[in-house]
């Protein structure tokens, strides 16, 4: 059974920076893709990044594209989530997933394990 636990959300200025990550806990973590969703205040739960197994190949919403980048450390059973030039539509809960249904789906209901969230909050 994997456990996912995020941290390194607060609250920053638009334009600024955060890194988020995902302590995965069990022998499992490397070997599935991973990902990250968010969910702001009144809206649905998001797709944001999807990485690979290995890490060579990542899929990311259109909205966060060129500004965040995911990336894993399977050795430390860890996700990040580097989030840089944040604007205040980026304001949300972010979650960790993992066991993916089928490759980079958009479709929430199709990710098996969850973390419980970390919140995000960019200030204009």
């Known amino acids: 059974q994997v456990q996912l636990v995020e941290s390194g959300g607060g609250l920053v200025q638009a334009g600024g920076s955060l890194r988020l990550s995902c302590a995965a806990s069990g022998r499992t973590f490397s070997n599935g893709a991973m990902g990250w969703f968010r969910q702001g205040p009144g809206k649905e739960r998001e797709f944001v990044a999807t990485?690979?197994?290995?890490?060579?190949?990542?899929s990311y919403r259109d909205s966060v594209k060129g500004r965040f980048t995911i990336s894993r450390d399977n050795a430390k059973n860890t996700l990040y989530l580097q989030m840089n030039s944040l604007k205040p539509e980026d304001t949300a809960m972010y979650y960790c997933v993992g066991r993916p249904r089928s490759w980079g789906t958009p479709n929430p209901i199709e990710y098996d394990v969850w973390g419980q969230g970390t919140q995000v909050t960019v200030s204009s």
């Open positions: 990485i690979s197994r290995i890490g060579g190949v990542t």
